[in-house]
């Protein structure tokens, strides 16, 4: 899939792009069906919720099951991620951020560059993060909040905060964020299961906590310019891979196709 002119026009302009419908209800079913085993998982990979110790976000979701590992590398979300940063890209960090009905807790505002910088010496903020939505995303159930044009005012300052949630994060204060709105406004990104969204590093984001009876989970791929990659390897490779190996896109189809059966 290609982006056209005016959308990558679009993407420089806001920071991000909502694409609905991109994958299809047969192609989510694949990927929600691997869910509750996923996040059954014993492993520090799957970060729980300080209070309910639901899974927050499981990490490392392309190397724990095949259907995820096709879809960090599928082309509806690979090519488009080579128009604008070109065909040299490894997979940063790959994972779904669940959100369960109730208990989903909020991320704070912020982009994600000042996490990648701070913590992995990222030099630039040209990571892409691409995301498929798992369920319909709605107003209620904590959807992603973005601040149109916000990545345009370059990297803003931020500070770690490892209070609010179980998910340590470079947040950025209430002031910046108040002057960043009042010039675009705010964007909820809604749309029904299968719609994905291209954004930007510097693009300033939040979402608020999941009270509706909904779950809402959403698959993330950040992917980065090999020749950015990360300069300090202090975190778990779950939150930044370290194998640089550049993607290769999958067939399109590659979601829907059958399992080969072997010869008998
Ligand atoms: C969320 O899952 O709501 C937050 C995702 C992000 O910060 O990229
Ligand atoms: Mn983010």
Not at 9 to 36: C, H, K, N, T, Y
Not at 91 to 116: C, L, M, R, S
Not at 186 to 214: E, M, Q, R
Request: glycine fraction near 6%; hydrophobic fraction near 45%.
């Amino acid at each position: 899939m290609r982006l056209t002119a005016s959308q990558i026009e679009r993407f420089e302009e806001d920071g991000f792009l909502i694409l609905p419908g991109l994958f299809s209800p047969q192609e989510v079913a694949v990927l929600r069906d691997a869910m509750p085993a996923l996040c059954a998982e014993d492993t520090p990979a799957n970060i729980r919720e300080k209070g309910s110790r639901e899974v927050r976000t499981a990490m490392g979701i392309h190397l724990r099951h095949p259907a995820f590992a096709k879809l960090a590398r599928h082309p509806r979300l690979i090519e488009p991620a080579f128009q604008l940063r070109g065909e040299r890209l490894y997979i940063q960090q790959a994972k779904v951020n669940t959100k369960p009905a109730f208990e989903g807790e909020v991320w704070q505002w912020h982009y994600d560059f000042a996490t990648h910088h701070a913590e992995d010496g990222v030099p630039e903020p040209l990571a892409l993060n691409l995301h498929v939505f798992l369920d319909d995303v709605v107003d209620f159930n904590g959807p992603l909040y973005f601040i149109p044009g916000s990545h345009r005012h370059g990297p803003a300052p931020a500070r770690l905060d490892t209070e609010t949630t179980s998910y340590p994060l470079w947040v950025v204060d209430r002031d910046t964020v108040a002057r960043l709105v009042a010039a675009r406004g705010l964007v909820a990104a809604t749309g029904a299961a299968g719609t994905a969204l291209i954004f930007g590093d510097c693009l300033v984001h939040a979402s608020p906590s999941n009270l509706s009876p909904w779950d809402r989970r959403i698959f993330s791929v950040i992917v980065n310019p090999i020749a950015n990659a990360l300069t300090r390897h202090d975190r778990p490779d779950w939150k930044h891979h370290r194998d640089l190996t550049p993607i290769v896109p999958l067939a399109d189809d590659c979601l829907a196709a059958a399992p080969a059966i072997a010869a008998q």
